[in-house]
Every structure is written in C-alpha cells, then in structure tokens.
C-alpha cells in the first residue's frame, strides 16, 4: 500500500502547552482524508505542521517517503485551501489560476496550457476573464482549488474551506468536492468541525480530541461504532446515559430503565443510542429487545425527517426518537404513551 503521507508520533509544544501529543496516522496516495473535530483540539496546528508552517517538536513528518524535517513550506510537494480562499480580487480567474505557476518562471505556453487543463477540470470553461469578485461562493471556491491544484501537489491540505459559504451552498460544494477529488487523484486533506462534511466526503476520518486521535475510521465504521465515549457523543446525534449498576447482563441506568447487554467483560459507565435505533412498530415480539416506557413531549417535523423528543416515565430525562422515513404514524400526539424498543446490538457501552 502507497503512503502519500506518514506521520509517526509527531507532538507539537507552544512553551507548557502540548496541541498535539503523539499523533500517528498514514494517508493513501489518491484518499480523502479528514480530520474532524472542536475548536482547539489541535487539527490546524497539525495541518500547519504538514503544511510547513509550525515545526514539529518532536516525532516524524513524511511525504512520499521523506523527511520534511528542516523542509520550508515553499520546498514541500503541498498546497492549501484556506477558508477565506484568499484570492486576488484584483486579477481575473485565469490570472488567479496562473499566479503560482508564474512565480515558478515557467514558459508561458506551459503555463497557459496547464491553466487551461485546470479550469476545464473544475468547470470554469468560460470564466477566464472574469473577475472573482463577479463569481458565486461556489465559483470562488473552484478558482482557490484550481490555483492549487494546477501546482501538482502531491498533496491539497483545506482547512475548513466550506465555512463561510451558506447552508445550501455547503450542502452543494460537499457534493462538488467529493467528485472533484475522485475525478483529479489528488490526495485531499480536509480540516473540519462539521461532522456532516466529513462523512459525507471522506474515505478515511480521524475524530481529534485535546490534540489526540481518540478514531480514525471509515465513515460508517466511525457512526456504527465509535471506540470512544468521545466519538459516540460527537459524531452525529446521540442519547447519552449514565450506568449505575451492570449485573447478569442487564444495565440500569439513572434515568430507571433497565436495558439487556449481555457479554460485556467491562463495568460501563456511559450508554449511547442513536435516535433512529428505536423501535416503534411492535417492539414487544421482537427477541433481544428491551422496552422503554415514555412520553412524548413534541413531535419535530423537519420536512425528510420527523423526530420525537420523549421523556422517559421512570423519570424526566429527554430522548430523541428518529420516526422510519417514510413511515406512517399519524396517531401520534403530543402527550401520547409510547412504548419503544431497542435491540442490545444497538445500546453502545464504554467504561467512562
């Protein structure tokens, strides 16, 4: 397997400080890779350290086999795409593109070319002569990854380009970047907090916390099946409990119910459930299913998807109940008894 990048127990200290304490992970040459996370967890530092930005206090950094070490950031085979994009509102698309190629003293022929190549790629066939101040969010967006892209690295870091665009515009450029990226062959480093723009994006995403990994995953392996209390909470949406007592397979929580969990070798002190893991239809006749009692408190109707907020009658706890898409369930009312199930697979353990 092909590594683009490798980066083997890299800490970075500001003074007393540790941002970043002994991070490892590999990137495939041609993946998405991403990395997500709160503000202040370390992910831009660690971008800046790839980037040649911040020196690495202590640990390895290596692109296609080697050493960045003492590398400046104008020598390393790396492009970014920061947030504001920082494009010069002065010079036309194509001047834009063109700028760093030119600073390379390139032929103009070669430079015109691989401009040319570049903007065909991403769509702004057309756009040479405008100006980026004339150009959508999404245009301005394709013009900064052009005039990285057509430096060839061997890497594109983005530190959370996506931020300053609106909803809908997001929702579009999460689509437009994740083809781009499989259409180039170029390995995208993603930086981000949005959880939504990392699953739907990446092959691989590393969930960072207090400047470590505590999960690098696969979308789905990440949502399925967080390792961590940490993962479980952050990565999409969750019901969380605290265990108070686990006995011959069966958890209680604080919130009175009593759930069935056999197997684990572990005393659990927090219990996950995601929303759409309930079961509404039926759930008494299905084996390997605990029953909850609740109450529904709103019905919160979002257009594609309705959810319940209940309270668990044993006590005043909230939970949130994903309805199945296109399920019928027009009974339903606020203040209405609710019975729901949950299968053992679906109740998520850790031990703090």
Same mark, same amino acid.
């Not at 992970?25 to 530092?45: A, P």
């Given at each position: 397997?092909?590594?683009?990048?490798?980066?083997?127990?890299?800490?970075?200290?500001?003074?007393?400080?540790?941002?970043?304490?002994?991070?490892?992970?590999?990137?495939?040459?041609?993946?998405?890779?991403?990395?997500?996370?709160?503000?202040?967890?370390?992910?831009?530092?660690?971008?800046?350290?790839?980037?040649?930005?911040?020196?690495?206090?202590?640990?390895?950094?290596?692109?296609?086999?080697?050493?960045?070490?003492?590398?400046? #950031?104008?020598?390393?085979?790396? =492009?970014?795409?920061?947030?504001?994009? %920082?494009? !010069?509102?002065?010079?036309?698309? &194509?001047? /834009?593109?063109?700028?760093?190629?030119?600073?390379?003293?390139?032929?103009?022929?070669?430079?015109?070319?691989?401009?040319?190549?570049?903007?065909?790629?991403?769509?702004?066939?057309?756009?040479?002569?405008?100006?980026?101040?004339?150009?959508?969010?999404?245009?301005?967006?394709?013009?900064?990854?052009?005039?990285?892209?057509?430096?060839?690295?061997?890497?594109?870091?983005?530190?959370?380009?996506?931020?300053?665009?609106?909803?809908?515009?997001?929702?579009?450029?999460?689509?437009?970047?994740?083809?781009?990226?499989?259409?180039?062959?170029?390995?995208?480093?993603?930086?981000?907090?949005?959880?939504?723009?990392?699953?739907?994006?990446?092959?691989?995403?590393?969930?960072?916390?207090?400047?470590?990994?505590?999960?690098?995953?696969? #979308?789905?392996?990440?949502?399925? =099946?967080?390792?961590?209390?940490?993962? %479980?909470? !952050?990565?999409?949406?969750?019901? &969380?409990? /605290?265990?108070?007592?686990?006995?011959?397979?069966?958890?209680?929580?604080?919130?009175?119910?009593?759930?069935?969990?056999?197997?684990?070798?572990?005393?659990?002190?927090?219990?996950?459930?995601?929303?759409?893991?309930?079961?509404?239809?039926?759930?008494?006749?299905?084996?390997?299913?605990?029953?909850?009692?609740?109450?529904?408190?709103?019905?919160?109707?979002?257009?594609?998807?309705?959810?319940?907020?209940?309270?668990?009658?044993?006590?005043?706890?909230?939970?949130?109940?994903?309805?199945?898409?296109?399920?019928?369930?027009?009974?339903?009312?606020?203040?209405?008894?609710?019975?729901?199930?949950?299968?053992?697979?679906?109740?998520?353990?850790?031990?703090?």
């Amino acid at each position: 397997m092909s590594y683009v990048l490798e980066i083997n127990n890299v800490t970075k200290k500001f003074g007393d400080f540790t941002a970043v304490k002994s991070v490892s992970f590999n990137v495939e040459d041609g993946g998405f890779f991403s990395i997500l996370g709160g503000s202040g967890c370390g992910k831009t530092t660690l971008l800046r350290m790839i980037s040649g930005f911040e020196d690495v206090t202590e640990g390895e950094l290596l692109i296609r086999g080697e050493s960045m070490a003492g590398i400046p #950031p104008e020598r390393r085979p790396v =492009n970014i795409v920061f947030q504001n994009l %920082a494009l !010069f509102p002065m010079m036309n698309v &194509e001047k /834009n593109v063109a700028f760093g190629l030119q600073r390379q003293k390139l032929p103009k022929k070669e430079v015109n070319n691989r401009v040319t190549e570049m903007l065909e790629r991403v769509g702004l066939v057309g756009f040479e002569k405008k100006k980026v101040t004339e150009l959508s969010g999404g245009q301005r967006q394709r013009v900064a990854i052009a005039r990285s892209l057509v430096l060839r690295p061997s890497i594109l870091l983005l530190d959370e380009p996506l931020g300053a665009l609106d909803r809908k515009l997001r929702e579009h450029m999460k689509i437009e970047l994740k083809v781009l990226q499989r259409e180039i062959g170029t390995t995208f480093i993603y930086i981000t907090h949005d959880q939504s723009e990392a699953l739907v994006m990446s092959d691989h995403v590393a969930v960072m916390n207090e400047g470590q990994f505590e999960q690098i995953d696969t #979308p789905k392996n990440l949502y399925k =099946n967080p390792a961590t209390s940490f993962v %479980a909470g !952050f990565v999409g949406e969750s019901n &969380e409990f /605290n265990i108070t007592g686990y006995a011959d397979g069966e958890l209680t929580t604080d919130n009175g119910c009593k759930l069935v969990k056999p197997g684990l070798d572990f005393q659990p002190k927090k219990l996950f459930i995601r929303p759409e893991a309930f079961i509404l239809d039926s759930p008494e006749t299905l084996p390997d299913v605990a029953l909850i009692n609740t109450r529904i408190r709103n019905i919160l109707f979002d257009g594609a998807n309705t959810k319940l907020s209940v309270v668990v009658k044993e006590s005043s706890d909230e939970m949130l109940i994903s309805l199945p898409q296109n399920a019928k369930f027009d009974n339903l009312h606020d203040g209405d008894d609710l019975q729901v199930g949950i299968h053992q697979d679906d109740l998520k353990c850790y031990k703090n």
